[in-house]
């Protein structure tokens, strides 16, 4: 089937097999490989990115469900000069990461909600991720940095 | 001893023990990191497997004649087209030990499911795993083997060369264990089923293979030792090891279960040799729930006698290792109950102790180290005593544990583990004071009276680090240790060091940069960490069992001591002042409190490679050293402490005040050390309470999602305190101890009894694990 769908701002128009995954699509067919593939059916949200502003798993959705639609990854998330998002300093400042796998994931999944301007304390972060594993961190790093990149996030906001 | 003063290093002070933000962190938190499944070469094909769906059969027939026939289908590949690969076998030279070696691919037995048996390699994944569903095995069953406790009471045999299904088996005897059980005031006994684990990294394991026309392999492995893997994959290839390149691209986790080769990764590189191109196989999850590797299943049970005043007078223990089908691995199944029985005194006076250790073979998935190997079960079980023990003598658990913990000074075990000194009681005194013990009977009681149950658990750890070739001795499987690397400074004055550690998350770039700095006074930027490719250098055992801090830390440190000395001796030469007046600083050598006499390490460089005259003085030239670097054991120690609530009615448990202190002797990168001791703790937690992989009784998975197999969500813990207590190894280089399972090996007691304390109203023990909604529901119903 063919399908139109815009990547990261950029439009794309792909010949695709029905049954190909959009996780597939975004890394094999784009090279947009910073988005993971850890379970492949809906758990662990390794794979998130948004769709049309929502954080969904790429491995449960096919690319053809993606057709006319926007879909943004982690390497979206920067600025164009290379400037972190305030939510990427904090995982490294907090200690939110080891082996890397499941942080494009959970930067994925936190980022409406850290963008959304309110600051969120240390009980919602934690509810934020509880849909993500993680193998390495043991969870607080992740929580901390949610909760300091909410909070800057809301501050600039502010002085906005 | 006088080695780690000689090495405090005169450089950049302070880096040692910095909490330097990682380097790592820049390209993992844009999407720039480079797993093995993003690694691109032209012309790529994929490898899926057909699998057994038999615990234990003879294969009567393959037919892949439609698979060979299929759309985008490059090669299938049976135990015939790998038959001149030679079987994996581990290396260890063990008498009472009967190797079971693996095929690559089996070509008349399956002795568990999810074993490969064809491979099939096409243009995409999705058109592999198309052809793989047209395989054809006809299976005749044979009975299977599940029950590693009943494993050699007439049951079939897994191999006809290995009686019983029983392929180790080891013991030990003291003189007075017998009497120290007679005498006894109180003994307590405990048999537990130890659950079936996984690793589970958020990265499966995975292979890139590319041979090139003149026959030299090139391997991308996810993988935490590649000189390791090298070698067997030369043993299995027959070919020299030079001919064999391994390089790990960045690792999505390990925690021990891929330190090894398997059939997987053969039949890749036996594909990409008939192809001519290059083929990857990424295992899926559901692959690795189901045959990744296993770890820790075990059947034990163990004593403990205590006299009247609660002191321990002696051990007693039997293990039983559920090794799975075959004992292939380096350390395979035997790993965890030697450990287990090695490592069983732990943190206390031990004066007697016998044990005896089985491994035997089962219809069930090869097991793996994982995280703590052995160690948590047996810290788990006597925990678990001590608290029983406790209640049967009337002395308060804790101050049980106190008078049976080890004195601080180096001492050796019953087992003979050469423990080098540590914190053992003021780590216990510290978790204590923090997770406020002393009121804790206060908050109880008010807790009880609202209808709440509430309890503790204090786990008091030891944890064998150093794992070099004595600690390999006296854990019980002697398997030399190797370690050997370099370090230079190059002509533009920039340091590199080549590392044959293998970083999997633990931020090796970061941390060893943070010694080779501080020794050489430069930036930590002006430090390349090589590592993570066979090329990278000489030889090394990789990173497993909390080693690196001290083989890879260690190493660093001692070679960027002796470069240290290299270049001093160089500008000694051109500053024509004697060596012990020179001091390294800001990138430059000079003679100290002189600004104006120095020179730039880059001058330094320049002058030992072209300079004729500095050549000769040095009698070689450049500045490169290389070092090989072997340690005596260590041992870090610590002590968690944890609160619970119970729901009596539901058997839901939650994770309250969460407390570790870590005793690693000196760190090399506090937020480092943190991060795994807050990542092991949460394993530990899920170890208790969420993961098994369980068979059914005909042998078939039943865990084989992340719906089923149950790993900690952020929802599932609370926030862990972590506190530091620093008292450097004696014996090692720099006095790094090492650590990363600590906190994974006591946290299950912790929790564990923490439950039971809850519980003890309604006279609940812990017999069964993990301690699911649906045990502790059971285990109260059992109490009433």
């Avoid at chain 2, 076998?89 to 030990?97: M, V």
Wanted: proline letters at 6%.
């Amino acid at each position: 089937m063919r399908i139109t769908l815009t990547v990261n701002g950029r439009r794309h128009e792909l010949e695709v097999e029905d049954r190909r995954l959009l996780c597939d699509l975004l890394r094999e067919d784009l090279g947009l490989t910073g988005t993971k593939i850890g379970c492949a059916h809906g758990v662990c949200g390794s794979c998130t990115v948004h769709v049309d502003g929502r954080a969904v798993r790429s491995c449960t959705m096919l690319a053809v469900q993606a057709d006319g639609r926007a879909v943004r990854t982690v390497e979206d998330v920067a600025a164009a000069d290379g400037t972190l998002h305030p939510l990427q300093a904090a995982f490294s400042q907090e200690h939110a990461l080891q082996c890397g796998f499941c942080t494009p994931g959970f930067l994925m999944t936190a980022l409406p909600a850290v963008e959304a301007g309110a600051p969120l304390d240390a009980q919602q972060a934690r509810a934020l991720v509880a849909g993500n594993i993680c193998r390495c961190t043991g969870y607080d790093g992740i929580v901390n940095a949610v909760v300091h990149a909410s909070a800057s996030c809301a501050a600039a906001r502010e002085t906005r | 001893m006088a080695a780690q003063e000689e090495l405090r290093p005169a450089g950049e002070p302070g880096l040692i023990g910095a909490r330097v933000r990682r380097r790592e962190d820049g390209r993992m938190v844009v999407g720039a990191a480079r797993y093995v499944a993003d690694v691109e070469l032209p012309r790529s094909c994929e490898a899926a497997f057909v699998r057994s769906s038999s615990p234990h059969a003879r294969i009567v027939a393959v037919d892949v004649e439609a698979a060979r026939a299929a759309p985008g289908v490059l090669a299938v590949l049976t135990a015939a087209e790998m038959a001149q690969i030679r079987p994996l076998a581990d290396l260890i030279e063990l008498e009472q030990s009967i190797k079971t070696p693996r095929p690559a691919l089996p070509a008349d037995r399956v002795r568990y499911v999810g074993e490969p048996v064809v491979a099939v390699i096409a243009e995409s994944r999705y058109a592999a795993e198309d052809a793989a569903e047209l395989v054809v095995v006809d299976y005749e069953e044979l009975e299977p083997v599940l029950d590693a406790g009943r494993a050699s009471d007439g049951a079939p045999l897994l191999f006809e060369h290995v009686p019983d299904n029983v392929y180790f088996r080891s013991q030990q005897r003291t003189d007075g264990t017998d009497a120290a059980f007679a005498s006894a005031a109180v003994v307590v006994t405990r048999a537990l089923h130890v659950n079936r684990q996984l690793a589970s990294a958020m990265e499966t394991r995975g292979v890139v293979a590319r041979v090139e026309p003149d026959g030299r392999l090139t391997c991308w492995l996810s993988s935490q030792a590649p000189f390791q893997q090298r070698y067997l994959l030369a043993l299995a290839l027959g070919m020299p090891e030079t001919q064999i390149q391994v390089i790990v691209p960045d690792v999505g986790g390990a925690f021990g279960p891929k330190d090894f080769i398997f059939p997987e990764d053969l039949c890749v590189i036996r594909a990409a040799m008939l192809l001519g191109r290059p083929v990857r196989w990424i295992e899926d999850r559901q692959e690795n729930l189901m045959a990744g590797s296993h770890a820790k299943e075990q059947q034990l049970e163990v004593g403990l006698a205590f006299d009247g005043d609660g002191r321990l007078l002696g051990m007693r223990g039997r293990f039983v290792g559920d090794t799975g089908a075959f004992a292939y691995s380096a350390p395979a199944g035997l790993v965890d109950v030697m450990f287990t029985a090695q490592s069983l005194p732990g943190p206390y006076v031990v004066p007697e102790y016998d044990y005896d250790v089985v491994g035997v073979l089962t219809n069930k998935t090869p097991v793996a180290p994982y995280r703590g190997v052995g160690i948590t079960a047996a810290q788990t079980v006597r925990e678990l005593l001590f608290d029983e023990a406790a209640r049967r003598l009337g002395i308060e658990r804790v101050e049980l544990r106190r008078r049976n913990l080890l004195a601080d000074a180096p001492s050796t075990s019953v087992t003979g583990q050469e423990y080098d000194g540590g914190s053992y009681l003021a780590a216990m005194e510290m978790a204590l004071e923090r997770i406020d013990y002393a009121g804790f009977p206060a908050r109880q009681a008010a807790a009880r009276a609202a209808g709440r149950h509430l309890g503790v658990g204090v786990s008091p750890f030891v944890e064998g680090t150093s794992l070099g070739t004595l600690a390999r001795l006296q854990s019980g499987f002697p398997m030399p240790s190797h370690d050997n690397l370099w370090a230079t400074v190059d002509l533009t004055g920039a340091v590199t060091v080549g590392v044959p550690t293998c970083s999997h998350g633990q931020g090796h770039a970061t941390a060893f940069a943070q010694v080779a700095a501080e020794v050489l006074g430069v930036g930590v930027d002006d430090v390349r960490v090589v590592e993570r490719d066979t090329e990278s250098a000489p030889w090394g055992m990789g990173t497993y069992a909390s080693r690196s801090a001290v083989f890879g830390g260690g190493g660093v440190l001692k070679a960027a001591t002796k470069l240290r000395e290299r270049i001093v001796q160089v500008a000694s030469l051109l500053l024509d002042a004697p060596p012990e007046a020179l001091v390294l600083e800001g990138g430059f050598v000079g003679i100290g409190g002189v600004p104006e006499a120095r020179i730039p390490l880059a001058g330094v460089a320049g002058a030992a490679h072209f300079d004729p005259g500095v050549r000769e003085a040095l009698g070689e030239s450049g500045l490169r050293v290389s070092v090989f670097h072997d340690s005596p054991p260590a041992y870090s120690n610590g002590c968690i402490a944890v609160e619970v609530e119970v729901d009596p009615e539901l058997g839901l448990i939650t994770i309250g005040r969460t407390i570790a202190i870590e005793d690693c002797g000196t760190m090399l990168n506090p937020t480092i050390v943190e991060g795994q001791v807050r990542g092991g703790l949460v394993q530990g937690i899920g170890a208790a309470l969420l993961e098994e992989a369980v068979y059914d009784d005909g042998g078939q998975p039943l865990t084989t999602t992340y719906m089923d197999y149950l790993l900690p969500r952020s929802s599932d813990v609370a926030p862990i305190e972590v506190g530091h207590i620093v008292t450097p190894s004696p014996r090692t280089l720099g006095g790094m101890k090492g650590m990363a399972e600590g906190s994974s090996i006591a946290a299950p007691a912790a929790v564990l009894n923490a439950v039971a304390d809850a519980l003890s109203p309604f006279g609940f023990s812990v017999q069964r694990l993990p301690l699911s909604p649906q045990a502790v529901w059971d285990g109260l119903r059992a109490a009433a």
